[in-house]
């Protein structure tokens, strides 16, 4: 499994409020989630987001509540991966269940910039980062894992069952 795209490049502590701020959390529908998706820290990544792109940040992404809409938001917007230092307990597990692919890698998310080409190879965890001409090794994940995000998350893959 594989994903490429530009970067949309964040800092620490991006929390599920800012990742889908509450005053949304009324919608369950993935599309309406993702129109809003991220708009309290960067008002203009859902008119450029394109299907394929990648969000990097520092430590501790999406802390807060334990809300699933955010990683759905994330996933329905079109970005393929989140790349972070840390990622709080409950979005990493949340993220997996919704069938959205998140790498742990400090390297990756001191180097990649704002706007960097970037493709991820997840059998293996390497991140390339195209514009820079460079690779950093993340966290793969075990191949049940894959089978889950592959499936488009736990329901589905249980589903298949």
Do not use: W
């Amino acid at each position: 499994m594989k994903a490429n795209g530009s970067v949309f490049k964040y800092g620490d502590n991006v929390d599920t409020d800012v990742i889908i701020p509450a005053r949304y959390l009324n919608a369950t529908e993935g599309a309406e989630l993702a129109k809003h998706c991220m708009e309290d820290i960067d008002k203009e990544i859902i008119h450029r987001v394109k299907d394929g792109d990648i969000i990097v940040a520092k430590k501790n992404f999406g802390c807060g509540s334990s809300r699933e809409h955010a990683p759905l938001a994330i996933k329905c917007a079109g970005v393929s991966c989140v790349i972070a230092e840390t990622f709080a307990r409950i979005f990493y597990r949340n993220a997996i269940n919704i069938g959205l692919p998140i790498i742990e890698c400090k390297e990756a998310s001191e180097k990649i910039q704002d706007g960097d080409q970037v493709e991820i190879d997840f059998d293996s965890g390497v991140i390339t980062n195209v514009t820079r001409g460079e690779s950093y090794q993340g966290q793969a994940f075990p191949p049940f894992m894959q089978n889950i995000i592959t499936a488009g998350g736990l329901v589905n893959y249980i589903n298949a069952k």
